[in-house]
């Protein structure tokens, strides 16, 4: 790791973490950190555990052993949320005629909040900003429905983006979308790490595509196969086991 990235404070720390949903272990001691302004792409095969190791991280699901520290606290020992934005892998895109404008998409972030006048006012210009910040905010008051597939993901991302959360983690965020909108999309998400200083963590399966953005590398395959900087992975034999391997990025274990 660089002396730079070294420096700066862990947001997040995955320790020793295992899971399995059923008899065969998804996650074997899996340990990492995510530094404040980190640009980390997780890649590894389909089933490698990534989706999976996102959740853990989120507190959706429990690890079977092992720990998640935000900020340097157990996320399991009550009180601790992490504050993390998140866009989930095939995020639904709405149907056209699905009755709710962008302002309201963005607004269901804080749904679950108590909701007085001077918060809502505070929201109103949080909604603006989030969507200002993507490039969406003329479209606030069109149907959700009706914009493109790449737009409707701008709109996701001002969710999650809304209630100011230290850290936005992206599952597989453009399949399905084309490159040039794929070049706009990541170009928003480098800006946000590096302007908004928001840290990112960016599963998929194209490193090629992130190339440019990213500052750390995941590699994923049950356990943690590499995890480094981003000059550190080119000059790396996981790389040249990826190349040589095609696509395959590492043999899948099961
Ligand atoms: N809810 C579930 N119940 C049981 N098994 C599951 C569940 N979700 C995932 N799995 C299994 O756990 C393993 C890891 O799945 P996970 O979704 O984390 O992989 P992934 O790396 O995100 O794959 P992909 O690249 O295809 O999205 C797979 O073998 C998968 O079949
Ligand atoms: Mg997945």
New binding site residues.
């Given amino acids: 790791m660089d002396s730079a990235a070294a420096d700066r404070p862990p947001l997040l720390e995955v320790e020793h973490v295992s899971f399995r ?2 008899p ?1 272990p ?2 074997t001691d899996v340990s990492l950190a995510i530094r404040e302004g980190d640009f980390l792409a997780i890649i ?12 853990i991280i989120l507190g959706l699901l429990k690890p079977e052993s092992g720990r998640i520290l935000f900020q340097g606290r157990d996320i399991a020992s009550g009180g601790v949320r992490p504050k993390i934005g998140y866009i989930p ?1 095939k995020a639904t895109h709405f149907d056209p005629l699905f009755p709710a404008s962008v302002r309201e998409v963005v607004s269901m972030a804080f749904q679950a909040s108590k909701r007085g006048l001077s918060r809502r006012q505070g929201e109103e210009a949080a909604i603006r900003r989030a969507l200002e910040v993507v490039g969406m905010a003329e479209a606030m008051d069109r149907r959700i429905g009706r914009l493109s597939g790449g737009q409707q993901q701008r709109v996701f991302i001002a969710r999650a983006i809304v209630d100011k959360p230290r850290a936005l983690f992206l ?2 965020p453009t399949t399905g979308v084309d490159a040039g909108t794929q070049d706009l999309f990541y170009e928003l998400l480098d800006r946000l790490n590096k302007r908004e200083g928001l840290t990112i963590a960016l ?1 998929t ?1 194209d490193i090629g595509i992130v190339d440019r953005h990213i500052t750390q590398v995941a590699c ?1 395959n049950q356990r943690l196969v590499y995890h480094g900087s981003h000059a550190e992975f080119c000059r790396s034999d996981t790389l040249k086991e990826m190349l040589a391997g095609g696509h395959h990025l590492v043999s899948h274990v ?1």
């Fill in positions: 949903y059923g065969l998804v996650l590894g095969p389909n089933g490698s555990g990534k989706t999976t190791l996102l959740k892998q599952d597989e599963i399966h994923l099961h």
